[in-house]
């Protein structure tokens, strides 16, 4: 159980996010579809969790990005380090796909690669 752990601490091999951390929140779309990326994060500025909100509530692409994430936010917490991370999805191809609204990330071949690109963008320094 991981109520009242210290933030910053690692309880069984995950590190814990404070209980109140700082976020990043961004709108974004892919191939027509919008939604909101939320990346939450260490007092070191690492992300350590990510929620994706898709317009389109309860459809079965909503469902499966909310496992993704929830799978995503444990591997970062158990110590997958963010590079590697960005590297297992970047370049993952499936619809929707297409132009986004980010001129920084013009193209995405799925909702997961554009992620791991914004992440890859704002969170990954060589």
């Known amino acids: ?3 009242g752990a210290a933030s910053g601490t690692t309880v069984g091999g995950r590190r814990v996010l404070p209980v109140t951390r700082r976020s990043l929140t961004h709108k974004f779309s892919v191939g027509g579809f919008e939604g909101y990326l ?3 994060l ?36 158990y110590g997958l380090p963010v590079p590697a991370a960005v590297d297992r ?6 619809e929707p796909s297409g132009m986004t609204s980010n001129p920084e990330i013009p193209e995405a ?13 704002h969170y990954v320094t060589d």
Request: proline share 2%.
């Open 42 to 77: 260490f007092e070191d500025n690492v992300p350590g969790e990510i929620f994706i909100k898709m317009s389109k509530e309860g459809s079965t692409l909503s469902g499966l990005i909310q496992g993704f994430c929830r799978a995503f936010s444990l591997a970062l917490q």
């Open 89 to 94: 999805f970047r370049g993952m191809r499936f």
């Open 38 to 40: 939320t990346i939450g």
């Open 109 to 121: 071949t799925s909702i997961l690669d554009y992620v791991a690109r914004f992440i890859e963008l």
């Open 1 to 3: 159980m991981y109520v």
